[in-house]
């Protein structure tokens, strides 16, 4: 096997010395890589097709720092192919095309070239197409690596030709295990002896927000900011906190602490003290709490504690979650104290989350009855000839614009979902509802208007 780097192959060599930690101590085989068991766990599928040497086309995908380069170096030392490391942030379409160039003579003569493209998402959609007849002819195994979702950033065309591998954000207990491997490591701290205590490694792996290039590259600063005496470096927790500038670092985001105080905040909220609901999400946020969960969890309040009794909450806390998707920390600081405000302060009902849920039970309790052939699309001749949409009654057509035409199956003729409560919004909901409820029972002449 060789390795192969055109954009780099005129550039003089680091030395492992002036390395980063987090590239001394990058894992070369499965016993060091952390998480990612779903994948490459004993037996699993693509830690198979590593051992095998039997990679095919793929992408991994994966937020920052979860292994997905590192997973590529060791697809590099287990391969008898000719690996090329090539990123799209720093290379450009000549390099490209000596890569294809050389991967084509090398098909030729009967020897495979695995292609790893960091940053695949970089390329529009026109540089992806420029892979795919390679990859359709066999020129090239292509494994791309992206942070954003394929789906959207990889040329469909491209996309199916590859299998997609989705990483998971690393947990604190896999990331306290790779900074103790670094510490123990001769490649981490060669000129001295660390010593790191449990406490910091936890508040470090906390800290890290499951990257674990943020935890090594934050162990690497603490330690160079420690006095050595002699050839020995006894890491403290006050040093840990002047170089990552934070006072408190005790919030677990994945221990009792996380859940109570996510707790705290739902609570708060629902006992409409907007004072208190801001207050827990300032903890959250001090803590290092994932604003985009926070920002899932007021969609889902906004949903099951507010509902119609105010639909704009929904909209609120929805323009929250992309705020806090497309500008993190710390401006999305604003949005969500906001919304966590408005829904503290807005009036609630839980009838919505008591319709949907009525409504699951009975679609997994209750045998699932066929579509009414009245209400059943009909798009050609012989879905017409069978019935379909026959009876159909156009609400538009009508001058009430509504009808008394059954939608629900005949089992559950007049079954009840959604009922409104008598707060906010609902109050205007409930008076319409029933009014239409009643008119098609015969109960009024006229349906509300």
């Not at 980063?20 to 894992?27: C, D, I, K, S």
């Not at 119609?308 to 609120?316: K, S």
């Not at 052939?373 to 009508?398: C, F, Q, S, V, W």
Request: aromatic share 8%; glycine share 8%.
């Amino acid at each position: 096997m060789v390795q192969t780097s055109l954009i780099e192959e005129d550039r003089p060599v680091e030395s492992s010395a002036n390395m980063p930690l987090a590239g001394r101590v990058r894992p070369r085989n499965f016993e060091e890589f952390a998480g990612q068991s779903h994948l490459i766990g004993e037996g699993r599928i693509l830690r198979n097709m590593i051992e095998q040497d039997r990679i095919s086309s793929m992408i991994f995908w994966g937020p920052p720092g979860v292994g997905k380069t590192t997973l590529a170096t060791i697809i590099a030392n287990y391969t008898k192919a000719e690996f090329v490391n090539y990123s799209a942030v720093t290379g450009g379409s000549k390099e490209v095309k000596e890569i294809m160039a050389s991967a084509e003579k090398r098909r030729q003569n009967g020897r495979r070239t695995i292609l790893f493209v960091d940053e695949i998402h970089r390329f529009n959609k026109a540089q992806q197409d420029a892979f795919l007849p390679f990859v359709e002819k066999g020129s090239i195994i292509l494994i791309g690596a992206t942070t954003e979702n394929p789906s959207f950033e990889v040329n469909s065309a491209l996309l199916s030709r590859c299998k997609v591998f989705v990483l998971e954000g690393l947990t604190s207990e896999d990331i306290e295990g790779l900074l103790r491997r670094a510490v123990k490591d001769p490649r981490g701290f060669p000129d001295y002896e660390v010593v790191v205590p449990d406490k910091v490694i936890s508040a470090i792996a906390q800290y890290a927000n499951g990257d674990a290039r943020t935890a090594l590259n934050t162990l690497e600063t603490t330690v160079s900011n420690s006095v050595p005496v002699g050839k020995r470096i006894e890491v403290t927790e006050k040093s840990l906190e002047q170089c990552i500038g934070r006072r408190s670092l005790l919030y677990d985001r994945n221990g009792e602490e996380h859940y109570n105080i996510i707790s705290a905040l739902h609570k708060s909220m629902r006992n409409s003290d907007p004072d208190a609901a801001v207050y827990w999400l300032a903890r959250m946020l001090d803590g290092g709490e994932d604003p985009i969960y926070i920002a899932r969890r007021l969609i889902e309040f906004a949903g099951d504690d507010v509902g119609l009794a105010d639909p704009n909450a929904q909209v609120m806390a929805t323009s929250c979650f992309y705020a806090c998707k497309n500008m993190g920390m710390p401006e999305c600081r604003y949005a969500l104290a906001e919304t966590v405000m408005y829904l503290a302060l807005a009036p609630r009902s839980n009838s919505v989350a008591v319709a949907i849920d009525s409504a699951l039970s009975d679609v997994r309790n209750r045998p699932a009855d066929p579509v009414p052939l009245h209400i059943r699309n009909a798009p050609t001749k012989l879905m017409k000839n069978l019935g379909y949409g026959a009876g159909y009654e156009y609400a538009e057509d009508t001058e009430e614009k509504i009808t008394r035409m059954q939608c629900l199956p005949d089992s559950l003729k007049g079954r009840r979902y959604y009922e409104p409560g008598d707060r906010g919004n609902e109050v205007y909901y409930k008076k319409r509802l029933d009014g239409i409820r009643e008119w098609r029972e015969g109960k009024r002449e006229e349906p509300p208007r």
